[in-house]
């Protein structure tokens, strides 16, 4: 049988039992925010630099074409090479 004093939600116990989980939603709150911008700052953090190596890519494979398109036009290997920037292992590759 429940007695109406044991209701009673204004007891010492009980605020300090409604501080200290308020205090603990606060404190997950604050860590799940930080914890999602965290997240999204590491994804666009990781999207930029993918896009720049991407991009870094399509520069050299785009020199390594125009690169065989002047060789076969017939234009001395040492001079693509200077023009173009290539190094020794990149024109290995042509």
């Known amino acids: 049988m429940f007695l109406p004093e044991t209701m009673c939600t204004h007891t ?7 501080e200290s989980l308020k205090d603990y939603r606060d404190m997950y709150s604050v860590m799940k925010t930080q914890l999602e911008k965290g997240l999204a700052q590491g994804r666009e953090e990781g999207r930029k630099e993918g896009l720049a190596k991407g991009i ?3 520069k050299l494979q785009a020199t390594l074409a125009n690169a065989r398109a002047f060789i076969e036009q017939g234009i001395p290997r040492d001079v693509v090479q200077k023009t173009l920037g290539l190094t020794d292992e990149q024109m290995k590759e042509l």
């Open 12 to 18: 010492p116990e009980r605020m300090n039992y409604e």
């Open 56 to 58: 870094a890519i399509g």
